[in-house]
């Protein structure tokens, strides 16, 4: 191959690996590639190092600097035990350590723990696999210092990830994120990465914590009287292979459910998640075994994790008796709207309770807290923002809920993560709630947008791989914010929200006021007549996102079909305006 072939960066980061300490198997497979010339191959593989996004690193397994594999981990790993012995001088430092169904994430998990026990740190780590959520417990339950989960939540099997969370169980968020980043570019060679284990550093942690966990979130059950008249409202449950599978199906029958139907297919471990294409909620398809089984057996509620268990998708009955896919926005409205007004019915409120979301999830759930007198926050996309807030308004606010439209949610202060297991549960105690006045999930729904318009919301994803896709995307939002729209779906754009630039613009008069938020790569559109439209570029997948949101009045449940077709076809149009 020629010399000239490679971008240099992509070479050095080659030669680096061909003449230091790496495994014989991964320098044949780097020599096979430039052997059989394979550019594209190699420039994906190498042309940067993986990097903290807003769930951690996530990438393709294999060889490369841009590749999940022992070394990458291993480097991501010696710099967070840098860090933390840096952060917490001549202290025991503890961490726990969880992992998914992913292919190769237990030996992943145990590399991980390996390094951090090298390091002097002390290891929890879970004897099989479990949820996120139950990893994000363990850290504030066992008072430690960090923690990691590996997982790629829902993508292709083809991937893996590590997230990392801090001593208050949530995903590092700035400075702490970027310090680690920092420490890890200090390592040079993998030279240092003290990959030999003080084994008697790990200790091996399971059913004690499980239970602990069920406890906790056993305690968030509001409308226990309505679960013990409807306990056989008839649920299936997939975990899509996943963890999901081993906290739901208990916490359910902990909460009194009695007829939870399991897709025992789905129950098997199987990191190629051989029953679906990809294994995520948000996807019709991944949920189709469970709404077959569903309508075979006259179910009235569906749920379904990713492999992680920190997001669940679900589907109910509408007027008509057949089943909907609701997205993550109507699910997100749904499950805080109820614990808002179970809390409310209950007499609990008192004014210092709360609910977050992100900047890009439904302003119907700002509205429906503004009428409760609830405070609502606002963060930037990632559950870590979500769970930055909860840490600091511990002990002075009370969380109640928070979630995005991604699918995340949770209840309860017990974690700092999205947590499927305890949506799972509260969702399926919101559906015995309403069945118990005579009411469906999908009747309380249009209840929601009678009363406080309808809203509709669309994520548009679109896929740029590698290099050259990072780079189209990059040009896309510098092309945005030098020539940003004025007008879109027939209404001017009236305000412009830039949080990389930190401002917000006046179209109007073109005033510019500062925008308090931390810094990051998202330009958001309001226009006149109430749209929204946020443009996106993805942290852990080669995606920008376009996230839409349109409403109007809704008059009665009998419009509904009518209005969500006119806001379907304004969304259309608002894109279109895009040009996406």
Same mark, same amino acid.
């Given at each position: 191959m020629s010399a000239s072939a490679l971008d240099p960066t992509v070479q050095s980061n080659i030669d680096q690996w061909l003449n230091g300490n790496y495994d014989e198997k991964s320098k044949q497979h780097i020599r096979d590639l430039l052997a059989a010339e394979k550019i594209t191959e190699l420039t994906d593989a190498f042309y940067k190092d993986l990097e903290f996004g807003t769930g951690g690193i996530r990438g393709i397994m294999g060889v490369g600097s841009?590749?999940?594999? @022992?070394?990458? $981990?291993?480097?991501?790993?010696?710099?967070?035990?840098?860090?933390?012995?840096? $952060? /917490?001088p001549n202290e025991q430092i503890k961490v726990a350590i969880a992992y998914d169904c992913r292919n190769d994430s237990d030996t992943f998990a145990r590399l991980v723990a390996e390094v951090f026990s090298a390091n002097g740190i002390y290891v929890y780590f879970f004897e099989s696999l479990r949820p996120t959520p139950e990893l994000s417990f363990a850290i504030r339950e066992l008072g430690c210092k960090s923690g990691v989960m590996l997982t790629a939540s829902h993508n292709p099997k083809e991937y893996n990830g590590y997230k990392a969370y801090g001593a208050d169980g949530g995903q590092l968020t700035g400075p702490h994120d970027v310090n680690v980043m920092e420490e890890v570019r200090k390592i040079q060679s993998v030279?240092?990465?003290?990959?030999?284990?003080?084994?008697?550093?790990?200790?091996?942690?399971?059913?004690?914590?499980?239970? &602990?966990? $069920?406890?906790?979130?056993? &305690?968030?059950?509001?409308? @226990?009287?309505?679960?013990?008249?409807?306990?056989?409202?008839?649920?299936?449950?997939?975990?899509?292979?996943?963890?999901?599978?081993?906290?739901?199906?208990?916490?359910?029958?902990?909460?009194?459910?009695?007829?939870?139907?399991?897709?025992?297919?789905?129950?098997?471990?199987?990191?190629?998640?051989?029953?679906?294409?990809?294994?995520?909620?948000?996807?019709?398809?991944a949920l189709t075994m469970a709404l077959n089984q569903a309508k075979a057996t006259d179910a009235e509620l569906v749920m379904a994790n990713d492999p992680d268990a920190d997001r669940?998708?679900?589907?109910?009955?509408?007027?008509?008796?057949?089943?909907?896919?609701?997205?993550?926005?109507?699910?997100?409205?749904?499950?805080?709207?109820?614990?808002?007004?179970?809390?409310?019915?209950?007499?609990?409120?008192?004014?210092?309770?709360?609910?977050?979301k992100t900047i890009v999830t439904s302003y119907l759930i700002d509205k429906m807290a503004a009428s409760k007198g609830i405070e609502c926050f606002n963060?930037?996309?990632?559950?870590?923002?979500?769970?930055?807030?909860?840490?600091?308004?511990?002990?002075?606010?009370?969380?109640?809920?928070?979630?995005?439209?991604?699918?995340?949610?949770?209840?309860?202060?017990?974690?700092?993560?999205?947590?499927?297991?305890?949506?799972?549960?509260?969702?399926?105690?919101?559906?015995?709630?309403?069945?118990?006045?005579?009411?469906?999930?999908?009747?309380?729904?249009?209840?929601?947008?009678?009363?406080?318009?309808?809203? @509709?919301? &669309?994520?548009?994803?679109?896929?740029?791989?590698?290099?050259?896709?990072?780079?189209?995307i990059a040009a896309l939002m510098e092309k945005y914010r030098k020539?940003?729209? &004025?007008?879109?779906?027939?209404?001017?754009?009236?305000?412009?929200?830039?949080?990389?630039?930190?401002?917000?613009?006046?179209?109007?008069?073109?005033?510019?006021?500062?925008?308090?938020?931390?810094?990051?790569?998202?330009?958001?559109?309001?226009?006149?007549?109430?749209?929204?439209?946020?443009?996106?570029?993805?942290?852990?997948?080669? @995606?920008?996102?376009? /996230?839409?949101?349109?409403?109007?009045?809704?008059?009665?449940?009998?419009?509904f079909a009518a209005v969500e077709g006119k806001l379907d076809a304004k969304i259309d149009q608002l894109m279109t305006d895009l040009g996406v």
């Open positions: 841009n590749r999940i594999n @022992k070394y990458t $981990l291993g480097m991501a790993t010696q710099g967070l035990s840098n860090y933390l012995l840096q $952060l /917490y030279d240092e990465i003290k990959f030999t284990p003080q084994e008697d550093k790990i200790e091996t942690i399971g059913k004690e914590m499980d239970e &602990k966990y $069920l406890e906790a979130i056993l &305690k968030l059950s509001i409308s @226990k009287e309505a679960i013990q008249r409807q306990h056989d409202l008839a649920i299936v449950f997939s975990p899509i292979h996943g963890t999901g599978g081993v906290l739901v199906p208990p916490a359910l029958e902990r909460f009194g459910f009695t007829n939870v139907q399991l897709v025992e297919e789905q129950m098997v471990v199987d990191g190629n998640f051989p029953t679906v294409i990809y294994p995520n909620p948000e996807e019709e398809e669940v998708g679900i589907a109910v009955k509408n007027g008509d008796g057949e089943f909907i896919l609701l997205n993550g926005n109507q699910t997100a409205a749904l499950l805080i709207n109820y614990v808002m007004t179970a809390w409310e019915e209950s007499g609990k409120l008192t004014g210092t309770q709360y609910i977050v963060t930037l996309t990632g559950f870590k923002w979500i769970g930055k807030i909860m840490t600091a308004l511990q002990g002075k606010k009370t969380f109640l809920a928070g979630g995005e439209e991604s699918y995340g949610l949770l209840v309860g202060e017990h974690a700092r993560d999205k947590d499927a297991v305890v949506s799972c549960a509260m969702i399926a105690e919101m559906a015995a709630y309403y069945k118990d006045q005579g009411r469906s999930i999908w009747d309380a729904l249009i209840d929601i947008y009678v009363e406080y318009g309808c809203y @509709k919301e &669309k994520l548009i994803a679109i896929t740029k791989k590698g290099k050259s896709g990072a780079e189209e020539d940003p729209p &004025k007008e879109l779906g027939g209404a001017a754009v009236s305000e412009i929200k830039d949080y990389l630039n930190s401002t917000t613009t006046n179209q109007a008069d073109g005033t510019v006021t500062p925008l308090d938020f931390p810094k990051s790569n998202v330009l958001q559109f309001f226009t006149a007549d109430g749209s929204i439209i946020s443009a996106r570029p993805s942290g852990t997948e080669p @995606k920008i996102k376009f /996230y839409c949101s349109v409403n109007a009045p809704l008059g009665s449940r009998a419009e």
